[in-house]
Nanobody, 122 residues
Framework: QVQLIESGGGLVQAGGSLRLSCVTS????????MAWFRQAPGKEREFVSR????????YYADSVKGRFTISSDNAKKTVHLQMNSMKPEDTAVYYC???????????????WGQGTQVTVSS
């Protein structure tokens, strides 16, 4: 498994931006697919975006396409999620995730971060 540590959550007004970061610790991080999920109160955990450390196979949920951007910094073993034009419906706990397969569902994930709260006020 991979240790994942998220940061960057907080409170933002609608239309604003936040940047989440996820640092990994494992030496073989380059073999994992990295992803972000989110879970709003009373809802199931849902896929947001994924990427590989080479930048290939980047994919977004329709709900965030064009507003969120996932990127990786191999030297720092860090994955970022830049969130722009945020909406109140983006409010959720955001989780960094790593898997050995192309991650699209929670079942594809091998390791989870602890989660970071993102709140978008209207």
């Amino acid at each position: 498994q991979v240790q994942l540590i998220e940061s960057g959550g907080g409170l933002v007004q609608a239309g604003g931006s936040l940047r989440l970061s996820c640092v990994t610790s494992r030496r073989t991080f380059s073999t994992y697919v990295m992803a972000w999920f989110r879970q709003a109160p009373g809802k199931e955990r849902e896929f947001v975006s994924r990427t590989t450390w080479s930048g290939c196979n980047t994919y977004y949920a329709d709900s965030v396409k064009g507003r969120f951007t996932i990127s990786s910094d191999n030297a720092k073993k860090t994955v970022h999620l830049q969130m722009n034009s945020m909406k109140p419906e983006d409010t959720a706990v955001y989780y960094c995730a790593a898997g050995l397969r192309l991650v699209t569902n929670p079942e594809d994930v091998d390791s989870w971060g602890q989660g970071t709260q993102v709140t978008v006020s209207s």
